[in-house]
């Protein structure tokens, strides 16, 4: 059910994607595919967030990403998390159109929260 949501959402995954240099190596033949790591972490990730029932956003959103500290660039985690939360219908999509503004940060945390508030950039 597509709702305006008052409240952020929080959601909580047990552990952060791979770093966007991992996700699409190149294989013999030159094209692109999913890694292993990759894939199961969208497996993963895609069971623990549909566990959790998030409410499908309309509208502009902000996210809130904060990671598990690693051995990572933090800039890095950004994309695969967001290509999630579109691919199971979380946000609407990852243009500037859906998300007004993305904060990263490192803190104590299992793997990987996730909080998203409504509205535009504020």
């Known amino acids: 059910m597509i709702r305006k949501q008052t409240d952020p959402v929080v959601i909580s995954l047990p552990k952060p994607p791979p770093s966007a240099n991992?996700?699409?190596?190149?294989?013999?033949?030159?094209?692109?595919?999913?890694?292993?790591?990759y894939e199961a972490w969208l497996f993963e990730a895609g069971y623990a967030l549909e566990r959790q029932k998030p409410p499908e956003l309309i509208g502009p959103v902000q996210l809130d990403y904060k990671f598990k500290r690693g051995r990572v660039d933090l800039g890095n985690l950004e994309?695969?998390?967001?290509?999630?939360?579109?691919?199971?219908?979380?946000?609407?999509?990852?243009?500037?159109?859906?998300?007004?503004?993305?904060?990263?940060?490192?803190?104590?945390?299992p793997g990987?929260?996730?909080?998203?508030?409504?509205?535009g950039d504020e």
């Open 22 to 37: 991992n996700l699409f190596p190149t294989g013999r033949n030159r094209r692109r595919y999913r890694s292993s790591d």
């Open 79 to 109: 994309k695969a998390t967001t290509d999630l939360l579109v691919k199971h219908g979380v946000i609407q999509g990852d243009s500037p159109k859906y998300v007004g503004d993305i904060r990263l940060r490192f803190a104590d945390v």
């Open 112 to 119: 990987l929260e996730i909080t998203i508030t409504q509205g």
